[in-house]
């Protein structure tokens, strides 16, 4: 079945989930976790429509290749079709803002990297994009305010401010329509802050979005799947 974008107010998109477009490394200090350089232009990849699953579901463990890393990130649903946009024309293309996970298979990953091959296996699997529903744009006008956060277990893991991003949203998005054009249905990925760690099999998770006003965000529980339980 396709993955359909939906509000938190109950909405649905009115168009399936297109491509998810993804930057790598787009948080100096999660860079340096990795030992990465800070890139001095956005790194790009894709996830496919086949990755997506709600992210208020539980969250199917797929531990057999090796270790799985969360990357919490800021999610953009993006509205009208972008083509080597402006910033400003970017932004305003934004219809919602929401929460996901970049699963990474970490090793498989490591073992690409080193032989310089694409990473598709270890970002683009099925289940590899836990999806949030979006708070609709018009709750959460101010991009400078927007704050994430994970919790694992009841301990804060991740934290992430739109402000600490060193491509910003703007930016960022024109960038990526300046090689990809980006569709009604397609989701955005802004990048994983510092704390990324294996996925704890039967973890219990929380997410919260503090979209600048008080009546929009998310809080979202969720847990990952034992694995030993299947
Ligand atoms: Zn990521």
Redesign the pocket.
Known sequence: MRFAPRFTDGRSFDQPLGKIV???R?YAE?AKELDNPVPSAPLLFIKPATSAVMLEETIAMPSERGEVHF?T?LALLIGETLTGASPQAAEAAVVGIGLAL?L?RRDVQAQLKEKGHPWEIA?AFDGACPLSSFVAIENAPDWSSLAFSLDIDGERRQTGQTSDMLFQIPTLLAEMSRHFTLEPGDVV?T??PAG?GPLPPGAELRFILEAGTSHAGLDIKTRVDDAHSR
Do not use: A, F, W
Request: proline fraction near 0%; aromatic fraction near 0%; glycine fraction near 14%.
């Open positions: 993804c930057v790598g787009n999660h990357e990130e970049d990474t970002k990925l990048g994983t990324v």
